[in-house]
Nanobody, 123 residues
Framework: QVQLVESGGGLVQAGGSLRLSCAASTQRFSIYVMGWFRQAPGKEREFVAGIQWSGGTTYYGDSVKGRFTISRGNAKNTVYLQMNSLKPDDTAVYYC????????????????WGQGTQVTVSS
């Protein structure tokens, strides 16, 4: 079983930046897409960004397009989410996830999940 561990969350003022990291417990796992989701209190889990593990094609949710960037690390088991121009509406628990084969924007299709990291943006 692949384990995912997120880090990098915290408290930041509006307009600031944070970079989230996600490390998988192994470099040998069959992944189609690594993604980031977020969930704010009282709201459904929302797709933030995804990256195809082979080829590097990226996908973004409409609310973060142009502000967030997903990328892979040099090690074959890491993925990052660079978040710029943060807004209070970005406040949520952010989850790293992986799918072996599924619809990129749908959380139900993801096989592996991290424990989440809190991001809080103050106004």
């Amino acid at each position: 079983q692949v384990q995912l561990v997120e880090s990098g969350g915290g408290l930041v003022q509006a307009g600031g930046s944070l970079r989230l990291s996600c490390a998988a417990s192994t470099q040998r796992f069959s992944i189609y897409v690594m993604g980031w989701f977020r969930q704010a209190p009282g709201k459904e889990r929302e797709f933030v960004a995804g990256i195809q593990w082979s080829g590097g094609t990226t996908y973004y949710g409409d609310s973060v397009k142009g502000r967030f960037t997903i990328s892979r690390g040099n090690a074959k088991n890491t993925v990052y989410l660079q978040m710029n121009s943060l807004k209070p509406d970005d406040t949520a628990v952010y989850y790293c996830a992986g799918t072996r084969r599924g619809r990129i924007r749908y959380s139900d299709d993801y096989d592996y999940w991290g424990q989440g990291t809190q991001v809080t943006v103050s106004s």
